[in-house]
């Protein structure tokens, strides 16, 4: 299989601070990718990496088998790369509906969308994605009033619109109820095979229901690359990782 | 200024304001009222017809100094609209929009200097001007943020000042431009000689141009610039070209702006380089503030309220102009966090209350 994105040494320091170092990854077409690590290994730096969020100090990041080391992220997310963020985002003062009608806007290959009647076209298109994520009945409340799980949903919601070939989502089931994990689960799963997800998670339950290869970062570097049973199993990983959220014995129950 | 719950969206339909408390069941009839008495369009209809009714009957009851005043009034209202373009929709507080204002002024004297006395014609080519010149400063102006957006915009508005100081040949210096001879609005229509017909002029196009600007700001235009308001980085992850939209957001409040300042220019006769002084930028800024930040209506209530306290209200009080417009600023964000378009009415909670 190919690598969708391929990354090569990449390396980003904050000041004396190296969030990731000389970096060499590969997230293949159609993959569902988990990234884990514990806190500070670099993970939400690679996926801000990957969508252009910020440039690599040095170091190289392949989309398409084209170099998009120096590309906008606006670019980037028209090439097709799509993101949720840690803390949900949203646009406070429009609608749910709007929300996801603007996260749709570039990416629906219409012209002239800043028209009413294109526009609104476009928002009933977009409906699809709120009932995916669950928030049909939310779509006129402002986005800004909404509670903190529902903002997460939205936020989901806002890059399943964009219609993206690749998908980052950090920390996605962070602060959701059973529940809404188990609509992110089957809103994941439902997705294009042709789509690649990288999710970074601490979740290890949710990375094993969603992923089928699992990368450990540690100190911004690589740790161990597998399926969710080799790394759950890995003696190096547990002692990095795993070894911090308890007993071996979790791992077990987990898996 | 930003509004901790959400300020009012440009539709108006999703009014979030709108009151939620809970209110005691046995007084039905208050709470219908109150939801009457809250409702959006009523909240913006009520002021706008008290507004239409004033602007419709002031010249038959002021005098000449009156309905100059008014139509400076108009004049520096559609300044504040472009204000509202910017800081309100676009999240971009400039402080420099006096400066295409100026340009738009400068073109309309000079035109009128040069015996192009056709009205219309003067507000197409202010505009058109004024819109040049916030293309070419956007190109500087939009790439800055926060602290460094205000010092530039105030900075190329200094600027400009400065230039129309002293190009002597074209502008006149700072001595400004004097008798400017009156327009005709359309070819072939009478010469506006009369405080009243400027004014009846001022008007229409001030009518026309603000209907323009609401229409665009309530179409998804005005939900994109709200959004980039909102996050901007969130805009940019979506694929969004944030900063082409704020450079066309800034042309196109140049272009309202310069648009007010032919008006301003057909009232006075007269411009000089203190039309894009800092004094008139902030003035319209307080009238943006005074007016809800999101309200192209609120803005020329402000700026209403503005020229009357400064010009009006300090007769008075002669040279305290500036004084009650402090008091009346202090007084405005202190009791109106939201402006006067995010002001709620309240109605007592049982039957039987004073009010």
Request: net charge neutral; glycine share 12%; aromatic share 6%.
């Amino acid at each position: 299989m190919t690598g969708v994105i391929e990354i090569s040494g990449l390396t980003r320091a904050f000041g004396a601070t190296v969030a990731v170092s000389d970096l060499d990854l590969t997230f293949a077409a159609g993959g569902r990718h988990a990234v884990i690590g514990p806190n500070g290994a670099g993970k939400t730096t690679l996926l801000n990496l990957i969508a252009g969020e910020l440039r690599p100090t040095s170091g190289r990041i392949r989309y398409d088998g084209r170099d998009v080391t120096r590309t906008a992220r606006a670019k980037r997310s028209r090439l097709g790369i799509a993101r949720t963020f840690q803390q949900p985002t949203v646009w406070s003062s429009l609608s749910v509906a709007d929300n996801i009608a603007l996260a749709a806007w570039p990416h629906a290959g219409t012209r002239g969308t800043w028209r009413r009647r294109r526009y609104r076209t476009l928002s009933e298109s977009c409906e699809r994605h709120l009932e995916t994520v669950g928030i049909t009945d939310l779509a006129d409340r402002p986005a800004g009033a909404l509670a903190h799980g529902e903002r997460r949903m939205l936020d989901i919601a806002m890059a399943l619109a964009a219609d993206p070939r690749v998908l980052l989502l950090d920390e996605p089931a962070a602060g959701l109820t059973e529940q809404g994990v188990a609509r992110l689960l089957a809103a994941v799963r439902a997705l294009p095979a042709e789509v690649t997800v990288v999710v970074v998670e601490h979740d290890f339950a949710f990375v094993s229901a969603v992923a089928d290869t699992v990368t450990v970062l540690h100190d911004g570097k690589l740790l161990a690359t597998g399926t969710p049973a080799e790394i759950a199993a890995d003696a190096s990983v547990r002692t990095a990782y795993l070894g911090d959220l308890g007993e071996p014995g979790v791992v077990e129950e987990v898996r | 200024m930003s509004a901790p719950t959400s300020p009012v969206t440009p539709s108006g339909s999703a009014d979030p304001s709108v009151e939620t408390e809970p209110v005691m069941p046995t007084v039905r009839a208050s709470q219908t009222a109150r939801t009457i008495l809250s409702s959006p369009r009523l909240r913006v209809g009520a002021p706008a017809t008290a507004a239409a009714v004033l602007l419709l009957i002031a010249p038959s009851t002021f005098d000449g100094y009156g309905i100059g005043l008014l139509s400076k009034a108009l004049a520096l209202g559609v300044l504040a609209v472009s204000v509202v373009v910017l800081a309100g929709f676009a999240g971009l507080p400039s402080v420099g929009q006096a400066a295409p204002f100026m340009v738009g002024a400068y073109t309309a004297g000079i035109m009128g200097q040069h015996g192009h006395g056709i009205g219309v014609v003067q507000l197409v080519c202010g505009a058109g001007a004024a819109a040049g010149f916030a293309a070419v400063t956007g190109l500087v102006v939009i790439r800055t943020r926060e602290l460094a957006f205000l010092m530039t915009t105030l900075a190329v508005g200094e600027l400009a000042v400065a230039v129309a100081g002293q190009w002597h040949s074209l502008t006149g210096g700072t001595d400004g431009m004097y008798g400017i001879p009156p327009v005709r609005p359309v070819p072939g229509t009478a010469l506006l000689d009369s405080d009243k017909s400027v004014y009846w002029y001022v008007l229409a196009a001030t009518v026309v141009v603000v209907a323009v600007a609401w229409r665009v700001l309530r179409s998804p235009v005005g939900k994109l610039l709200l959004a980039c308001r909102d996050h901007e980085a969130r805009m940019r992850s979506a694929g969004h070209p944030v900063t082409l939209y704020q450079w066309l957001a800034y042309v196109a409040a140049g272009a309202l702006a310069g648009f007010g300042g032919v008006l301003m220019c057909t009232v006075n006769e007269y411009v000089s380089p203190a039309d894009g002084s800092f004094a008139n930028s902030a003035l319209v800024l307080l009238a943006v503030v005074l007016g809800g930040a999101t309200s192209p209506l609120g803005a020329l209530l402000g700026a209403g309220l503005i020229v009357a306290t400064r010009d009006w209200l300090s007769g008075p009080f002669p040279g305290h102009g500036p004084l009650l417009l402090g008091l009346m600023f202090i007084i405005a964000v202190y009791a109106l966090p939201n402006g006067v378009a995010g002001v709620k009415v309240r109605l007592p909670r049982r039957p039987g209350g004073s009010a």
